[in-house]
Nanobody
Framework: VQLVESGGGLVQPGGSLRLSCEGSGFTRGYYAIGWFRQAPGKEREGVACINSNGAIAHLEDSVYGRSTISRDVAKKTVYLQLNRLKPEDTGVYYC???????????????????WGQGTQVTVSS
C-alpha cells in the first residue's frame, strides 16, 4: 500500500491549491483517507477526512468553509481543495489511511501509517 501526495507549492494569501493523494497497492479502489499537516515547530494535525465511499467528508474548523475533500474512485485519488489560503496554512501536507470516524460532529483521527513523503504548501506574499 502506497499513498503519494502532490499539488503543493508556493501561493500568495487568498490563493488556492488542489492537493492530490494517489493510492496504489490496494486490493480495492476505495478506502478511507485523512489529510494531515505539520507546520514548522508544531505537531502534526488532522485537517480533513473522507470515508471509503465518499458519503462522509469532514473538514476541521481550521479549513472549514474554504476547503473541500473529494475522491475519484476510478483514479484511486483523494483531493483536498484549499481555497482562500492563509499564511497559517503553511506546512507539509500528508495523506494517510484513516477510518474517518466521526462522533457527533467531531472527528477522531486514527491515522494508520505508512505516511507518504508529504507535499509542501507555503502561503506567503
Amino acid at each position: 500500500v502506497q499513498l503519494v501526495e502532490s499539488g503543493g507549492g508556493l501561493v500568495q494569501p487568498g490563493g488556492s491549491l488542489r492537493l492530490s493523494c494517489e493510492g496504489s497497492g490496494f486490493t480495492r479502489g476505495y478506502y478511507a483517507i485523512g489529510w494531515f499537516r505539520q507546520a514548522p515547530g508544531k505537531e502534526r494535525e488532522g485537517v480533513a477526512c473522507i470515508n471509503s465511499n465518499g458519503a462522509i467528508a469532514h473538514l476541521e474548523d481550521s479549513v472549514y468553509g474554504r476547503s473541500t475533500i473529494s475522491r475519484d474512485v476510478a483514479k484511486k485519488t483523494v483531493y483536498l481543495q484549499l481555497n482562500r489560503l492563509k499564511p497559517e496554512d503553511t506546512g507539509v501536507y500528508y495523506c494517510v489511511q484513516d477510518p474517518c470516524d466521526i462522533y457527533g460532529r467531531k472527528w477522531l483521527p486514527s491515522p494508520n501509517p505508512p505516511w507518504g513523503q508529504g507535499t509542501q504548501v507555503t502561503v506567503s506574499s
